[in-house]
């Protein structure tokens, strides 16, 4: 989900587009939150998707806030966060995680290449693979400048369990820049794809 909004044209600072995206960040973590009600899971399950919401919501508008300082970085973390809202209402039926060293989806790192860990692991009697974002497009990635990256292309071949590595290329960046990546995943039964899955990471290069 990439959210354009038309009031950055608008905007009469950056200050005035940081406040307008944080409270659009807040008000659409309400709406997220409705959504898992919606879906009627145990209390438990329930309350930790709506914790996992809310805790995106409060690191989105901290990051817009501080590292923030023009109208696209501020995008790159308000559609970041829309994202990741969205992967923690769906949830998770399979084992899915990426690191980046230690950390994961909120992630700072001095200015070098990005080497993302990516782990997951399907349930019983199913495959996993990585699968594409969209038709034609593999990863979507956000920065402001042009990221390339590599991907060994075992990844995209269906196995009993995914751990691999993405590198994302930072030359063209300078230290403040920011990236992020969504990486969709699938389980894979008889051929079919059965469940996909977004995990979205986002990078402050130091």
């Known amino acids: 989900m990439v959210f354009r909004d038309t009031t950055s044209e608008r905007?009469?600072?950056?200050?005035?587009?940081?406040?307008?995206c944080t409270d659009f960040i807040n008000d659409i973590s309400k709406d997220y939150k409705d959504w898992v009600d919606r879906y009627q899971l145990s209390p438990p399950e329930s309350e930790e998707r709506k914790e996992r919401i809310d805790s995106v919501a409060v690191t989105t508008s901290d990051w817009i806030s501080?590292?923030?300082?023009?109208?696209?970085?501020?995008?790159?973390?308000?559609?970041?966060?829309?994202?990741?809202?969205?992967?923690?209402?769906?949830?998770?039926?399979?084992?899915?995680?990426?690191?980046v060293g230690?950390?994961?989806?909120?992630?700072k790192q001095q200015l070098q290449k990005i080497a993302l860990t990516v782990t997951a692991v399907p349930r019983q009697g199913r495959m996993i693979r990585i699968g594409?974002?969209?038709?034609?497009?593999?990863?979507?990635?956000?920065?402001?400048?042009?990221?390339?990256?590599?991907?060994?292309?075992?990844s995209f071949v269906g196995a009993d369990i995914l751990k691999d590595m993405i590198v994302l290329e930072t030359t063209p960046c300078e230290r403040g820049d920011l990236v992020s990546i969504t990486v969709v995943?699938?389980?894979?039964?008889?051929?079919?794809?059965?469940?996909?899955r977004g995990y979205t990471t986002l990078v402050l290069l130091s």
């Open 11 to 20: 905007a009469s600072s950056v200050q005035d587009y940081q406040l307008t």
């Open 66 to 99: 501080n590292y923030g300082l023009n109208i696209k970085k501020v995008d790159i973390i308000m559609n970041d966060g829309i994202n990741k809202m969205a992967e923690y209402t769906a949830g998770y039926p399979f084992d899915y995680e990426i690191t």
């Open 102 to 107: 230690a950390a994961k989806r909120f992630i």
């Open 132 to 154: 594409d974002y969209q038709k034609g497009q593999v990863f979507l990635i956000s920065s402001e400048k042009e990221i390339k990256y590599t991907a060994s292309n075992e």
């Open 185 to 196: 995943v699938e389980e894979i039964q008889d051929s079919y794809v059965t469940e996909k």
